[in-house]
């Protein structure tokens, strides 16, 4: 669904006819066709909200890349290594409406799936993340939805990562909507490990041996390790320039 041609400056269009059909069908009783026609039969509003969810987006970056030269000044070093933005995907979208079991509609959508934005921002050490987290939410016009530092309390698989959901306000051309953005705070070695047990595991009609998944968790415990050492000499050698 492209949107390249709607600013966000649009008012929102009134919900289309086939909208209030939808709505009356879980979309269990579904097939993955049908739930895309239905897409496609109120594809206007779609496509404005999704307009929305990217100015979300840009606002979060902005405010990321603010602090980033903010600390560079007063540091002489950048916390941040890089930023990414994804929308979320029509179909993964779907899929996971499908598991809430709720309607397709674009009321839901909003008040019931918060990562259609989303933000990753990679930093160079553990410490840098959090002061980058505390210095976005300490913002008057960032407003915290959920938390879940998954760095403190890895995932079972030894996923690290921490994730917030924040609300901010995009601004148009007639009024002020609040949009909400996942955001996820990594260090290097973090997304490094993510992005390869990402792609090791989640491989079609594939099931991981038992023994691959105890090696994939060893590596995570690896690269935890490996944060807290660079950290500690980083903390070092910021202290003996300190002292010169």
């Not at 955001?183 to 490094?192: H, P, Y």
């Not at 491989?203 to 991981?208: E, G, H, P, Y």
Request: aromatic share 6%; net charge neutral.
């Amino acid at each position: 669904m492209e949107s390249q041609n709607l600013s966000c400056g649009q008012s929102p269009q009134p919900p289309h006819p086939l909208e209030k059909q939808v709505r009356q069908r879980l979309l269990s009783q579904l097939t993955r066709g049908e739930i895309l026609e239905q897409f496609q039969a109120f594809s206007i509003p779609y496509r404005e909200l999704m307009t929305y969810y990217r100015c979300a987006m840009m606002e979060v970056e902005t405010k990321f890349r603010v602090l980033d030269e903010e600390f560079s000044l007063a540091h002489d070093r950048n916390p941040i290594e890089s930023i990414k933005t994804r929308l979320k995907e029509p179909g993964s979208l779907l899929d996971k409406l499908k598991r809430k079991n709720l309607p397709l509609n674009i009321t839901t959508i909003e008040e019931h799936i918060f990562d259609i934005a989303g933000v990753r921002v990679i930093c160079s050490s553990p410490g840098d993340l959090y002061r980058l987290a505390d210095c976005l939410l300490s913002q008057d016009d960032v407003t915290l939805i959920a938390k879940k530092d998954y760095i403190q309390t890895p995932k079972p698989n030894g996923y690290r990562s921490l994730h917030l959901i924040v609300e901010v306000p995009i601004f148009l051309a007639e009024h002020k909507k609040m949009m909400k953005v996942e955001i996820q705070l990594r260090t290097i070695a973090m997304d490094f490990w993510a992005s390869l047990e990402h792609k090791l595991r989640y491989k079609k009609d594939m099931k991981v041996p038992q023994a691959l998944i105890a090696e994939l968790r060893e590596c995570a415990d690896l690269s935890a390790s490996l944060d807290a050492r660079m950290e500690a000499i980083r903390s070092k050698i910021e202290q003996t320039q300190t002292e010169t």
